[in-house]
């Protein structure tokens, strides 16, 4: 499967944002799916995750209340509603996928299989 991550951008801290990740090549329904962030200097963090059949949902503690992730089924796309965003926010965004015969909830990168190109979140206080 292929990953293309979009929608980040430039924002001033409270601000919202809704990063999309459009997947293609493979059976959408098959994938659990997560997004990650990285910023400079630092390892790639968990963010949040969906199982396949999206009725499970994490998120990691430090984006709790204010980050929401979902999927459509039908438009083949993973996203990330992130709220009241912080200048911590800051990162780069990567949506990850892997294929899953279960509803389990992965939260681990070394879990996924399959990474989009990532997309530049910016905050500015």
């Known amino acids: 499967v292929q990953l293309q991550a979009s929608g980040g951008g430039q924002v001033q801290a409270g601000g919202s944002l809704r990063l999309s990740c459009a997947a293609s090549?493979?059976?959408?329904?098959?994938?659990?799916m997560g997004w990650f962030r990285q910023a400079p200097g630092k390892e790639r963090e968990f963010v949040a995750a969906?199982?396949?059949?999206?009725?499970?949902?994490g998120y990691g503690d430090s984006v709790k209340g204010r980050f929401t992730i979902s999927r459509a089924y039908a438009k083949n796309t993973l996203y990330l509603q992130m709220s009241s965003l912080k200048p911590e926010d800051t990162a780069v965004y990567y949506c990850?996928?892997?294929?899953?015969?279960?509803?389990?909830?992965?939260?681990?990168?070394?879990?996924?299989?399959?990474w989009g190109q990532g997309t530049q979140v910016t905050v500015s206080s």
């Open positions: 990850a996928a892997r294929t899953d015969v279960t509803g389990t909830l992965r939260i681990h990168r070394d879990e996924y299989t399959y």
């Open positions: 090549g493979g059976t959408f329904s098959d994938y659990s």
């Open positions: 969906i199982s396949r059949g999206g009725t499970k949902t």
